[in-house]
T-cell receptor, first 109, second 116 residues
């Protein structure tokens, strides 16, 4: 699976969009980009995933660059409850997710 | 949908004792995963099952760890004998779909194990 690079931490003002970047320059053609998050004392929670096209669901949007070497997770209107560790994972098969250190997102009022 | 259910939520035991962690996957999901999380090593995949059959146990740390899935609605992770370095949060996750699909994992809220 391709390696991912994420910033260690980010801050975001409540109500503003949170844009979390992820670099995956060695991604192969069959590998998907997944995003999960983990709120303190809870299990990881699936957010969104995509292959080539941008994706949107009720939680977030995923923007993947045309060369697929990087992506951005967008939380359109961050709330305090979005404070969590966000994991970007690249894998061909969804059955072997390897979690890195992720990005600590702190949403502040 | 009750989600993935793990029990107990907290377990404190003494070194050398046997520990059994339990997981009930989401109904209809045919893959089940056990992960362990520590501050030092983060989230690690220990083992996963598909249709109750263990597919990959390469992440199981040593012979003291064993996992079973006797039916589609129940799995156990056993540590015998337990050691202080086994202290961690253990997560169970499940998902639907065939082995190579990309359907997402759904995690339980974990069992926090403390071995003294």
């Amino acid at each position: 699976d391709a390696k991912t690079t994420q910033p260690t931490s980010m801050d975001c003002a409540e109500g503003r969009a949170a844009n979390l970047p992820c670099n995956h320059s060695t991604i192969s053609g069959n590998e998907y980009v997944y995003w999960y998050r983990q709120i303190h004392s809870q299990g990881p929670q699936y957010i969104i995933h995509g292959l080539k096209n941008n994706e949107t669901n009720e939680m977030a949007s995923l923007i993947i660059t045309e060369d697929r070497k990087s992506s951005t997770l967008i939380l359109p209107h961050a709330t305090l409850r979005d404070t969590a560790v966000y994991y970007c994972i690249v894998t061909e098969y969804g059955n072997k997710l390897v979690f890195g250190a992720g990005t600590i997102l702190r949403v502040k009022s | 949908d009750a989600g993935v259910i793990q029990s107990p939520r907290h377990e404190v035991t003494e070194m050398g004792q046997e520990v059994t962690l339990r997981c009930k996957p989401i109904s209809g999901h045919n893959s089940l995963f056990w992960y362990r999380q520590t501050m030092m090593r983060g989230l690690e995949l220990l083992i996963y099952f598909n249709n109750n059959v263990p597919i990959d146990d390469s992440g199981m740390p040593e012979d003291r760890f064993s996992a079973k899935m006797p039916n589609a609605s129940f799995s156990t992770l056993k540590i015998q004998p337990s050691e202080p370095r086994d202290s961690a949060v253990y997560f169970c996750a499940s998902r639907a779909g065939y082995l190579g699909s990309n359907s997402p994992l759904h995690f339980g809220n974990g069992t926090r194990l403390t071995v003294t």
